[in-house]
């Protein structure tokens, strides 16, 4: 059975930053794809960042150069650090794996102005 559960989100002031965890099992980690994606209310879900199993990068245009994504293949988990934090950053934050299409239960971002 696919899990993928995140966790760290929370309530920061703009320009703060967080780190978002992904924990996953069942499936064959260190040779999958993971992203993050992000969905704020009355908006589609927008991608934040990927990592690939080699772990080249690729960020959304709204992050880039401030949010960054890990992996640690020994843990199963990939991370998503978040600095200068801004309001529009505020949404549920969901984990996803480009094998099985699957995704976490989210993580909320709440960042005030």
């Known amino acids: 059975q696919v899990q993928l559960v995140e966790s760290g989100g929370g309530l920061v002031q703009a320009g703060g930053s967080l780190r978002l965890s992904c924990a996953a099992s069942g499936i064959i980690f260190s040779k999958i794809a993971m992203g993050w994606y992000r969905q704020a209310p009355g908006k589609q879900r927008e991608l934040v960042a990927i990592i690939s199993s080699s772990g080249s990068t690729t960020y959304g245009d709204s992050v880039k150069g401030r949010f960054t994504i890990s992996r640690d293949n020994a843990k199963k988990t990939i991370y998503l650090q978040m600095n200068t934090l801004k309001p529009e950053d505020t949404a549920v934050y969901y984990c996803?794996?480009?094998?099985?299409?699957?995704w976490g239960q989210g993580t909320q971002v709440t960042v005030s102005s």
């Open positions: 996803h794996d480009y094998l099985g299409s699957y």
